[in-house]
């Protein structure tokens, strides 16, 4: 019936949708494949890989719709319902809000589908991470642009450093220190 994975219970008919929890969301050796387990009818939890629609990337504890089209040989993810509760998370006022769990990022695209920047969670600090994917043309606002933490560091990878103002350019520092 299933020639992606034989393994694949015999009760799931063609033309089934279902509900599942995605049980892990990297296959061995096929990207976009997702395990998935699920109720069977007769009560025993049921599990096989499922490959996502373009655009679902579903974690392990997600649940998600799935469907085994009447043509189709592969059981079809076909949108993420929710994630299951991993905790409780008190209720906020503070208006809408994006929550990603760990290792997702949120990522924002151009009209012809190319990434152009994401936030991702900074492998070396735990806190966010603002990447642009693509050469920004820079940061353009009215008003002031003011930067505050702890340490402020400016690198650049190949070529030189420019500051320009229409003003003054003042440093102030305990030490100011020129090359």
Known sequence: MNVFDPAMPADLAEGQSLVATVLDARHPTMEGRFRLG?????GPTREGW?????????????????ALPENGAELVITGILDRVATEDRPATDAGPSLSVAAGEALRITGPDGQPWLEIVEDPEGGGPRLRFLVPAEGVDLPGVLRLAADAVEIAARSGEIRMSAHGDVRVKGEIVRLN
């Not at 699920?38 to 007769?42: K, L, M, N, R, Y």
């Not at 499922?50 to 392990?60: D, F, M, Y």
């Open 38 to 42: 699920w109720e069977g009818a007769d």
């Open 50 to 66: 499922a490959i996502g629609l373009r655009g679902v990337a579903p974690l392990p504890r997600y649940r998600v719709h799935a």
